[in-house]
């Protein structure tokens, strides 16, 4: 049953019953209509106790509101590090006294002195340092007193260019590991490095540097052997 229903209800058993109170009071002869008046207000109230009227929630929960509570950060303290503090404890050696210090101590008879053998009439003494035997293999100019060779410009032959470079008007270089013998002549010829190969470059700077001619190194006023790196251009103009 709606709000309204109820409320019609409730309005008519309120008419009802004025209806009856004002009947008793003006016509109290009256006990017919008196009757039908008790049996209208028994039935409006017999009505009223067979409604079922709603539950009214009478409990009242206030709003709760959320509180944000805001804390500043505060970094924790550094932290010192503890030095360990070592303690080196200094000890002295403190003599101890000698228990026997009347007693004389035993005389020792010096040992005798090895004389060396008598050196023979014959032999050659040398004193100092001996020499050290000169190196077999060449050396490295300026490493160990070693002078550089120098190059006689009268020897100096240039290379013949390749004509397959020619042709492809292709220049490079190549770079040659020589050795330069005692007597100025060059020998041993390795190639170390060539920019553009299988082009002649290789050879035509072989036949050429062989050819050359130096004046040799020297260590201690003597020629010696040196190894010697030699680059050789080719160029077209």
């Given amino acids: 049953m709606t709000e309204q229903q109820q409320a019609l209800s409730l309005d008519s058993k309120l008419l009802a019953e004025d209806a009856v ?50 804390k500043k950060y ?32 035993p005389i020792r008879e010096p040992e005798p002195e090895i004389q060396p053998d008598p050196i023979p009439d014959d032999m050659d003494v040398l004193l100092g340092e001996p020499e050290l035997p000169p190196p077999s293999g060449p050396l490295l100019p300026g490493v160990g007193g070693v002078t550089n060779p ?11 260019y390749p004509e397959l470079a020619r042709q492809a008007r292709l220049e490079g ?17 390795q190639i ?18 062989t050819q050359w001619r130096y004046t040799p190194a020297e260590q201690n006023g003597k020629p010696v052997a040196v190894y010697l790196t030699v680059n050789v251009q080719f160029s077209l103009h």
């Fill in 21 to 70: 109170y004002s009947r008793l009071l003006h016509r109290k002869d009256d006990r017919k209509f008196f009757w039908v008046a008790i049996g209208l207000a028994i039935v409006a109230h017999a009505v009223v106790l067979f409604l079922r009227f709603p539950d009214i929630d009478r409990t009242f929960v206030p709003e709760q509101k959320k509180v944000i509570v805001i």
């Fill in 74 to 105: 505060t970094p924790p303290p550094p932290q010192v590090e503890k030095k360990k503090i070592i303690e080196k404890k200094i000890t002295k050696k403190v003599p101890l006294p000698d228990p026997t210090p009347d007693e004389p101590e």
């Fill in 150 to 160: 120098i190059k006689i410009e009268e020897y100096a032959v240039h290379p013949e």
């Fill in 173 to 189: 270089t190549v770079i040659l590991q020589v050795v330069i013998q005692k007597d100025g002549s060059v020998s041993e010829p």
């Fill in 192 to 209: 170390l490095r060539v920019d553009k190969a299988n082009l002649g470059f290789e050879q035509a700077a072989i036949e050429a540097v």
